[in-house]
């Protein structure tokens, strides 16, 4: 037999050892040689604190008292791990995107970061747990009794071993957990030594069972047999109860604080909740599969009256295998211990964030202006909290008589975590669920839970009068705690989880629907419900208002000094900053918040930050976004819209450029050929005259006379032209210098008339109708004449009547004049009308001497002169307009 | 000789020269001035040569010879083209639609009727 | 969800069209399970009445549980086996 002392030896040597290990994880961790710490089977084996020493002790005595019904707490879990697509991976990644530090701060941050609802979590939280916490220790105690001698005086009563246990786990918490304060709130000491736990108490349940059936029973036969002919060799199974605690379980087993902590808070990479999803499930069969063995032999060989819970020990011991029995009592103290450390860190960062760190913000004024490293108040607060929930829990475990049944005190802690459930899923499933509802409903629950499974289990007259049971709350009969609406003969614990989490969950959907989410929850709701439509981060911040430097005094404080410095230095680095301090652009100040959040919790940091940036987060866009219902797809296909707006009014500012460009190019070679081309025509007939001229001796006078005319003729065409392309280019390039002089408009026409050949040299007649009084004016008289003469000349070129005429008439228009030169010839053809103006454009040019430049050339003069000239086809021929403005014609008004 | 040669040209003093030249070395010349027509001017003739300007009113040379070029019939003409436009493009663009020779104005006497007998020899 | 993406085309090539039904299988292991982990709510249970049929052994209780159990181990490891990896280099839903 081992004795006390041994044991202690053994546990204290255990202790020691996983200290060590964990110590040297969080070295490994600190210099970055920590990747195996977060393998997936770390993962898998932190997630094996589901299974406590209810699992460990708990589980076979509930199988010795209700046969296979044990089985129910391991098949919840087990479902949900395989259906880990449904809903827990969803709740990882929304838990990782929100930096959510526990069950309290993600229920908060998607209810628009409501502290309220965090404070209630939290409350609810550390109620729930206590119980469990209490079981933990519980089991401790009732363990290491086994091994003190019947008979001998108890060097170690059973109350001081609990409170000896309690010291030590918020030692070993308080070293781990709360070390030093990381961003996302992970403890690779910890849960490495969670693992080696996990492995323990695994090897432990294995070995008492393979003992058990091949050492005792001798092999998988006789113990089959042994089973089918012990007391519960006979299913017997309390139908209600099988369903409804497969749901519990599957319920708590979402909502339990400790594993929110391993499943979401430490997870490093979803890819290992995949694994988990099949490792974890065999890990749980595995931890079942020698509970009713165990339980089978237990009630065999040891005398009636023995406390079934444990079996675990009690059996090794009397068949006198003291090794076993100690490897035993050590699964059993990993499975109490870790639960503990890890219930107790989740609790106490829900407390500190959600309770005192908010109390603590509030003495102190404002965010930026709190005196000290804030890091040193959450630290402190975290450790104060660790010390009073262990307390709670020993004081639930004074109180409570340690009496019960573990498996009892598990189910009851089982229904109240369960009342989170449907805040949380119906947060991360319906953009619906409000704030109003989630608390509603939370309260709801949480009071019908207390009402008939907490204050019940301790016992008649404990808390709630022997009457109360009887006759219900001041002898209302429909409110007896277990017989709520008179419905009688309901299993209690089946009892109390269906009313309570029905009430719940109708309280839940009736106030969110009746109630209006604030914008800031419908943000977040769209966040958390959508999580995989796109990873766009909640928006927050005005940025404008915060200033770099306070964000940066104020992340030293939570962060560290080191942690706040290479967060903003990469930061800056990121937006192409030199130094330290990077913009306050909103995306940082979102960075920053979940950064903080990581430590303080969503609630509290997004206090924090609003005090320093002041103005509230939601702009008045965000109100109207959310007026849309689709805030989150609105803002984000807006902003994909604005970019592609954006991108192809560039493409079509290049494509319009590249395009005048191009016209450009035309314009100009077409421009250069035109001019090469006119002037090489005339070049051709010199040159090829020339030659004729010079190489020929055969040529009579005539035909010398004739090419020698055709040359001069060009000469004179060549010049023609040269001198109206430099008139053009000089009118065009804006050089020419008008020459402003008084004159009248009659003698100008006529003046032109006469310098185009006069009206009787060719056969074009020309009327001049004079106007009975002067119109005088001020203008560059020469440029109009030119002008005039112009249309005078084409009408004698291109008018192809029989008689030609052209009448030229003065006509008042508004403030201004009009020149009508009209002409009886033929009209222009309708798709020429629009060139005749320009360069090099000619019509019916016969015999070629026009270059083309002549229209040209009188709309630029036109130009300059302010006014216009402009084309119109009449019923029998063409009118040439000249505008002259009203400042031209100077007394005409 | 007795060919037949029609010159594509619209400048009247152009025509005349390029006349006097080829009448000279005893080419029967016919002249047409629209470029729109020339193609069918040139099926109804089946002349032995022709020069055609580049620029002309109706349509422009590298068209006439293009179309030329795609009826078998004219595959093998000899095309004399002369331009005003000295611009190394249009060379290129003659050269790919099947031009014999291409010939930027202002041209030598001497230039342009070696280039018709050099045609002429080379069609034989 | 992933199937009714809007912008989810409508016939997939074959190795997507796997994947997609492989993911349908995900989504319904949990439902076997459930399923076959609540038929022991219609066994006969313990002998409440001198009518009722014989109640199911203990053992036949233990290996049926457990059975399923390892079978759905099973196929959720093949499950992740198969898509595991890959399934996760997608941010599809």
């Known amino acids: ?893 | 000789m007795g060919k037949h040669v029609l010159l594509v040209e619209d400048e009247i003093n152009i025509i005349e020269a390029m006349q006097f030249l080829l009448s000279r070395e005893g080419w029967d010349v016919d002249t047409h001035s629209d470029g729109a027509t020339a193609v069918d001017k040139v099926r109804a003739m089946k002349p032995d040569l022709v020069v055609l300007d580049y620029m002309l009113p109706g349509k422009n040379g590298i068209d006439i010879l293009s179309e030329l070029r795609a009826d078998p019939e004219f595959a093998r003409l000899p095309i004399l083209m002369l331009t005003a436009r000295g611009q190394g493009r249009d060379r290129e663009q003659a050269e790919k639609a099947g031009v014999s020779r291409f010939m930027t104005k202002p041209f030598s006497n001497t230039e342009v009727m070696t280039a018709v007998r050099d045609l002429v020899q080379l069609a034989q | 969800m992933s199937d009714s993406a809007p912008n989810a085309t409508l016939f997939l090539e074959k190795r997507s069209y796997r994947r997609r039904r492989l993911k349908d299988a995900l989504r319904l292991l949990p439902v076997v399970g459930v399923l076959l982990w609540m038929v022991p709510v219609l066994w006969p249970s313990g002998a409440s009445h001198p009518a009722d049929p014989t109640p199911v052994a203990m053992s036949s209780a233990i290996t049926y549980v457990f059975v399923v159990w390892v079978l759905l181990i099973l196929a959720a490891a093949a499950l992740w086996w198969v898509i595991g990896e890959r399934g996760s280099a997608e941010t599809d839903p």
């Not at chain 1, 509970?291 to 009630?299: D, K, N």
């Open chain 1, 1 to 893: 037999m081992i004795s006390v002392n041994q044991l202690l030896g053994v546990s204290l040597a255990y202790v020691a050892f996983l200290f060590a290990i964990a110590f040297f994880a969080e070295r490994a961790s600190i210099r970055g040689k920590g990747s195996w710490l977060r393998s997936p089977m770390v993962y898998t084996l932190s997630l094996s604190i589901y299974c406590t020493a209810w699992t460990f002790y708990g589980a076979v005595g509930y199988a010795a008292r209700s046969g296979m019904e044990f089985v129910t707490i391991y098949l919840g879990p087990s479902l949900v791990m395989i259906g880990w697509w449904w809903v827990l991976r969803k709740l990882v990644r929304i838990g990782r995107a929100q930096r959510a530090t526990s069950v309290a701060d993600l229920i908060s941050a998607r209810y628009g970061k409501s502290n309220l609802l965090a404070i209630v979590v939290t409350v609810m939280a550390v109620i729930g747990v206590t119980p469990y916490i209490a079981l933990q220790l519980q089991s401790v105690t009732l363990s290491l009794s086994i091994f003190s001698e019947p008979g001998q005086p108890d060097s170690l009563s059973q109350a001081a071993a609990a409170f000896w246990v309690a010291v030590g786990l918020v030692l070993f918490t308080v070293l781990f957990g709360t070390r030093n304060l990381n961003a996302n709130e992970r403890h690779d000491g910890v849960v490495i030594a969670i693992a080696v736990e996990a492995v323990v108490k695994l090897v432990a349940l294995l070995a008492v069972g393979v003992f058990v059936v091949w050492g005792v029973a001798g092999g998988i036969g006789p113990m089959m047999e042994r089973i089918d002919n012990s007391t519960i060799g006979e299913w017997s199974m309390d139908r209600s109860r099988w369903a409804a605690l497969t749901v519990l379980s599957a319920a708590a087993f979402l909502a339990l604080p400790r594993m929110f902590q391993v499943m979401v808070v430490e997870n490093e990479d979803e890819r290992h909740l995949q694994i988990a999803s099949w490792a974890f499930p065999l890990y749980l069969m595995l931890m079942s599969l020698f509970v009713v063995p165990i339980a089978v032999i237990g009630l065999d060989i040891l005398p009636a009256g023995s406390n079934p819970d444990l079996f675990v020990l009690t059996v090794p011991l009397a068949e006198g295998q003291g090794g076993l029995a100690t490897l035993s009592f050590l699964g059993g103290f990993s499975s109490a211990t870790s639960m503990v450390i890890v219930a107790t860190l989740a609790l106490s960062t829900m407390v500190s964030n959600h309770v005192v760190m908010p109390v603590w913000l509030s003495t102190q004024g404002t965010g930026a202006q709190v005196s000290g490293d804030v890091r040193n108040v959450v630290i402190l607060a975290r450790r104060a909290s660790i010390l009073m929930i262990i307390f709670f829990g020993y004081v639930y475990y004074r109180l409570s008589g340690g009496g019960a049944a573990l498996a009892a005190i598990g189910l009851i802690s089982f229904v109240g975590v369960a009342q989170f459930l449907p805040a949380m899923l119906g947060g991360i499933f319906w953009r619906g669920a409000t704030r109003w509802g989630a608390l509603a409903g939370l309260i709801v629950g949480f009071a019908v839970w207390v009402f008939c499974s907490l204050l019940p289990s301790f016992g008649p007259d404990a808390v709630l009068s022997a009457a109360v049971f009887e006759q219900g709350i001041g002898g209302v009969s429909w409110l007896r705690p277990q017989a709520l609406f008179g419905i009688e003969g309901i299993d209690p614990t089946v009892h109390a989880m269906v009313w309570s989490l029905s009430l719940n969950l109708a309280v839940f959907v009736a106030v969110s629907l009746a109630t209006f989410p604030t914008p800031l929850e419908r943000l977040q709701g769209a966040q958390f419900v959508n999580i995989f439509d796109h990873s766009t981060q909640a928006r927050g911040w005005d940025a404008a208002l915060a200033t770099s430097e306070d964000l940066m005094i104020m992340a030293q404080r939570i962060l560290g000094p080191a942690d706040a410095l290479s967060l903003f230095r990469a930061e800056a680095k990121r937006q192409g900053l030199t130094g330290h301090l990077p913009e306050p652009t909103q995306g940082f100040l979102q960075t920053l918040e979940r950064e903080l959040s990581g430590s303080v919790g969503s609630a509290t940091a997004h206090a924090m930050i609003s005090q320093l940036v002041g103005g509230t987060s939601v702009s008045v866009e965000d109100l109207m976004a959310v007026a849309d219902e689709s805030a989150q797809i609105l803002e984000y296909s807006n902003r994909l819209e604005a970019k592609s707006a954006e991108l192809s009014r560039t493409a079509r500012q290049l494509r319009e450029a590249n395009q005048k460009l191009t016209a450009l190019s035309v314009q100009k070679d077409a421009f250069l050929g035109q001019i090469s081309h006119e002037l090489r025509t005339p070049m051709t007939s010199i040159r090829s005259f020339s030659e004729i001229l010079r190489d020929t001796d055969t040529l009579d006078q005539a035909e010398k006379t004739k090419y020698a005319s055709i040359i001069h003729g060009e000469t004179i065409r060549l010049t023609r032209l040269l001198d109206d392309l430099l008139d053009l280019s000089v009118l065009e390039n804006g050089q020419v210098s008008l020459n402003l002089e008084n004159g009248n408009l009659n003698d100008v026409i006529a003046q032109a008339v006469l310098s185009a050949g006069g009206a009787h040299t060719t056969r074009l007649r020309i009327h001049h109708m004079q106007s009975d009084q002067d119109v005088p004016l001020s203008t560059d008289l020469d440029r109009l004449r030119q002008v005039f003469i112009n249309l005078i000349t084409n009408a004698q070129k291109y008018c192809v009547a029989a008689t030609p005429e052209l009448t030229v008439e003065i006509l008042q228009q508004g403030g201004g004049l009009q020149v009508v030169f009209h002409d009886n010839g033929v009209p222009i053809p309708s798709e020429a009308r629009a060139l005749i103006f320009e360069k090099f454009s000619r019509i019916n040019d016969k015999d070629g001497s026009g270059a083309g430049l002549g229209l040209a050339i009188c709309r630029e003069i036109m130009t300059r002169l302010g006014g216009d000239i402009t084309y119109e086809p009449r019923a029998d021929g063409n009118a040439f307009i000249v505008h002259l403005p009203g400042r031209v014609a100077l007394a005409a008004q």
